[in-house]
């Protein structure tokens, strides 16, 4: 069953508020926790800050920056008082998912100045599980979340991490707090909202690995589905993303997107690139529609912003599309977004669409 994060935030801050409880009596302002410069007291007022932050950003719809605000703790506070002030700001935060529309986006600056509802509770969780490890480890005190929690972050906020031999390990891996065989450490990181592409009637929303798994089985990814979707196409097409993330390629800008119609939030259909440019800077572009959704120039208008956006990538020079010779709707769409056909073959003719200069 699909989950929009708000179970997740709960279940994290349960979790976090259990094990530092157990050591509360201790010393957490004078211990550093983990590998960080703050102490574990600082630490856990942090934990408590983003969660109320992000609780903050989909509550107040805040568009262009972060809500000029932060926590201030009464003088005095113990800590089993600002483990009481996680457990508060985690109800607010899931409460704040729970009630937010799944087409609203916040300003979030990592990577593209925005996210949903369910990455907000990702990157909650992710704060929680990771600032916890900190704190326990600075204590020395054992703690390994939930593996879901763990996929959860992952699968969501993590879509060019590759799967390494649990989600816990990996998560760590992934934020420099561990190792993993066969590896490089990392020294940098950062989290990685899905990027959406806007056009006049249509926001083109990058499909996550969680919600690529979905629509590959039976699923609906999370979108709310014009009748008759999604259709074959695109649960193979979300089966190939999830593929290329098993494997470590997937890079989630040149993946797939789900075309949600603006006036109902609707998904109508999917677009998205085969993978990465290659060295010459082709890319591969396709498309399905729901077949109620056909005919309404949905897909024209989805191809000329996805190809325009990709085209203003400095990687890229020449858009691709194969179509197959009885598609003739599909080649009426691809003429009509500016492709021209330049080969072909017994099964299938060969559209491009060049930057302004190969024109």
């Known amino acids: 069953m699909w989950t929009t994060g708000a179970e997740q935030v709960e279940r994290a801050v349960a979790e976090c508020v259990g094990v530092l409880g157990a050591v509360a009596g201790r010393d957490w302002a004078g211990v550093r926790a983990g590998r960080l410069e703050w102490s574990c007291r600082e630490t856990a007022v942090h934990i408590a800050d983003d969660?109320?932050?992000?609780?903050?950003?989909?509550?107040?719809?805040?568009?262009?920056?972060?809500?000029?605000?932060?926590?201030?703790?009464?003088?005095?506070?113990?800590?089993?008082?600002?483990?009481?002030?996680?457990?508060?700001?985690?109800?607010?935060?899931?409460?704040?998912?729970r009630t937010t529309?799944?087409?609203?986006?916040?300003?979030?600056?990592?990577?593209?100045?925005?996210?949903?509802?369910?990455?907000?509770?990702?990157?909650?969780?992710?704060?929680?599980?990771?600032?916890?490890?900190?704190?326990?480890?600075?204590?020395?005190?054992?703690?390994?979340?939930?593996?879901?929690?763990?996929?959860?972050?992952?699968?969501?906020?993590?879509?060019?991490?590759?799967?390494?031999?649990?989600?816990?390990?990996?998560?760590?891996?992934?934020?420099?707090?561990?190792?993993?065989?066969g590896r490089a450490p990392v020294t940098q990181w950062r989290w990685s909202n899905n990027l959406v592409v806007e056009t006049e009637r249509l926001t083109l929303q990058g499909v996550t690995p969680a919600a690529a798994d979905d629509l590959s089985t039976v699923g609906e990814g999370g979108f709310a589905w014009l009748d008759g979707g999604p259709i074959e196409g695109t649960r193979v097409g979300a089966g190939l993303v999830y593929k290329?993330?098993?494997?470590?390629?997937?890079?989630?800008?040149?993946?797939?997107?789900?075309?949600?119609?603006?006036?109902?939030?609707?998904?109508?259909?999917?677009?998205?690139?085969?993978?990465?440019?290659?060295?010459?800077?082709?890319?591969?572009?396709?498309?399905?529609?729901?077949?109620?959704?056909?005919?309404?120039?949905?897909?024209?208008?989805?191809?000329?912003?996805?190809?325009?956006?990709?085209?203003?990538?400095?990687?890229?020079?020449?858009?691709?599309?194969?179509?197959?010779?009885?598609?003739l709707p599909s080649q009426n769409v691809l003429a009509r977004a500016g492709f021209a056909q330049v080969a072909e073959d017994p099964e299938h003719l060969t559209y491009e669409l060049g930057a302004s200069g190969d024109r």
Do not use: K
Not at 125 to 140: F, N, P, R, S
Not at 297 to 310: K, P, V
């Open 51 to 97: 969660l109320i932050a992000y609780a903050g950003q989909l509550a107040g719809r805040e568009t262009e920056a972060y809500g000029p605000f932060e926590i201030a703790l009464e003088e005095g506070t113990d800590n089993a008082g600002v483990l009481r002030v996680i457990g508060t700001m985690g109800t607010l935060l899931a409460a704040a998912v």
């Open 101 to 181: 529309p799944r087409e609203v986006r916040a300003f979030h600056p990592y990577p593209f100045r925005s996210a949903n509802r369910e990455g907000f509770a990702a990157m909650g969780v992710a704060e929680v599980l990771l600032h916890t490890h900190d704190i326990a480890e600075g204590l020395g005190v054992a703690y390994e979340p939930d593996p879901a929690l763990c996929d959860f972050v992952l699968t969501r906020i993590f879509p060019h991490v590759q799967p390494g031999p649990t989600p816990w390990r990996t998560l760590l891996w992934a934020t420099a707090r561990g190792d993993l065989p």
């Open 244 to 327: 290329q993330y098993e494997d470590g390629v997937h890079r989630p800008e040149w993946g797939m997107y789900v075309l949600v119609r603006r006036e109902d939030g609707r998904a109508l259909g999917a677009m998205g690139f085969h993978g990465v440019p290659d060295a010459s800077g082709r890319v591969e572009i396709g498309y399905d529609l729901v077949e109620a959704a056909r005919g309404h120039g949905y897909a024209t208008e989805a191809l000329r912003a996805l190809s325009s956006w990709a085209l203003d990538r400095p990687e890229v020079r020449v858009v691709v599309a194969n179509v197959e010779r009885a598609n």
